[in-house]
């Protein structure tokens, strides 16, 4: 009998890293201004993106 593999990575790699990018781009929003005004923009950015194509799909 083969063992069972876990899927915790297959149901939450996806929404770790979005989490992630969203945790960078609060983070880059609180160092400085200018270039870091940028990337936390980005950073914020793609997970509402991410957000509202999921529920502009349905």
Same mark, same amino acid.
Request: aromatic share 12%; glycine share 10%; with cysteine.
């Given at each position: 009998? !083969?063992?069972?593999? +876990?899927?915790? *990575? !297959? @149901? ?8 992630? @990018? ?13 270039? *870091?005004? +940028?990337? +936390? *923009? /980005? ?5 509402? *993106? /991410? +957000?509202?194509?999921?529920?502009? !799909?349905?």
């Amino acid at each position: 009998m !083969k063992p069972r593999q +876990s899927s915790f *990575w !297959k @149901v939450f790699s996806i929404p770790l890293a979005i989490a992630l @990018v969203g945790a960078t781009g609060l983070f880059c929003a609180l160092l400085d201004d200018g270039a *870091w005004d +940028s990337l +936390s *923009w /980005i950073g914020l950015g793609i997970p509402a *993106w /991410i +957000s509202l194509r999921g529920l502009l !799909k349905r």
